[in-house]
């Protein structure tokens, strides 16, 4: 197989942001900007979201009955107004209000709450884009426990927005989320260790949290994987053990991996 091929599908670690798609943040079917039909191992083009994930403690109630709870201080009902307000479930669709909401559950320390707020500056949804505030909140949300925070910092971290560009330190935050077992965090430290000709490098550690976030099931690291195993990068080639994994990508919904086995000799897949 051509070597271009090795070069282009590495080069999906390092798409600028610039995502056209607005993923819903509260759809139990997104649990992650990153799709099942997108590279999965979230470049740093892509962040995650964990709103969907929050606690659900009234289900099936009226906005009225959240905002009357959260004018009560209850952080969770706060929270849930921001989701309902930012899909237009039962009420007008409106993310500036969403945004309010989630800050409101924010400050009262909902850490949930001050990711999505993080996220909609990151994105510039609901609010003015904003860099450094993204960085605020997904800090604050980061070492509240929120691991999704946590790599988004860290790829703040990475690109310098709204930080000083600091690669320690996004790997120290990237192992936060790979320590929750966070798929897209193990491959982005995974895809520093590999390619960083600094202090970081460490060829050994970055194939071990590639596998890592394989077994995970990220198709983008199986993919990669998968790659490094085809065309003997950092270890010993073994054309049928990466084309096993590359194959795991594609059933992963990664398109380049289908991409990479349609010009795959079927002589070398057995």
Request: glycine letters at 8%; charged letters at 25%.
């Amino acid at each position: 197989m051509k070597k271009i091929k090795f070069i282009l599908l590495i080069s999906f670690f390092v798409i600028l942001r610039n995502l056209s798609a607005e993923p819903s943040i509260t759809s139990s079917n997104s649990t992650k900007n990153c799709t099942s039909s997108s590279t999965e191992i979230c470049p740093l083009s892509s962040e995650v979201q964990s709103i969907e994930n929050s606690a659900r403690i009234y289900e099936n109630q009226s906005s009225e009955f959240y905002e009357h709870k959260c004018n009560e201080s209850d952080v969770k009902a706060c929270n849930e107004l921001g989701n309902l307000y930012f899909d237009g479930i039962g009420v007008k669709q409106d993310k500036t209000i969403a945004a309010n909401f989630y800050k409101k559950a924010c400050d009262y320390g909902y850490m949930d709450s001050c990711s999505s707020l993080g996220w909609m500056f990151l994105r510039g949804i609901g609010v003015e884009q904003d860099f450094t505030q993204a960085a605020k909140f997904d800090m604050k949300a980061c070492y509240g426990g929120n691991k999704f925070a946590c790599h988004n910092l860290g790829n703040s971290y990475v690109l310098g927005d709204g930080v000083v560009r600091d690669k320690l330190k996004a790997a120290e935050l990237y192992q936060k989320g790979c320590d929750a077992n966070l798929s897209e965090s193990c491959s982005e430290l995974a895809y520093l260790y590999l390619n960083d000709e600094g202090a970081i490098q460490d060829i050994s550690r970055g194939l071990e949290l590639l596998d890592k976030s394989c077994n995970l099931g990220s198709a983008g690291g199986c993919t990669h994987l998968g790659l490094l195993f085809y065309e003997g990068k950092s270890v010993i080639r073994d054309q049928k053990k990466g084309f096993k994994l590359i194959q795991l990508g594609c059933k992963g919904g990664n398109r380049s991996a289908c991409d990479l086995i349609a010009d795959i000799p079927e002589s070398e897949t057995r």
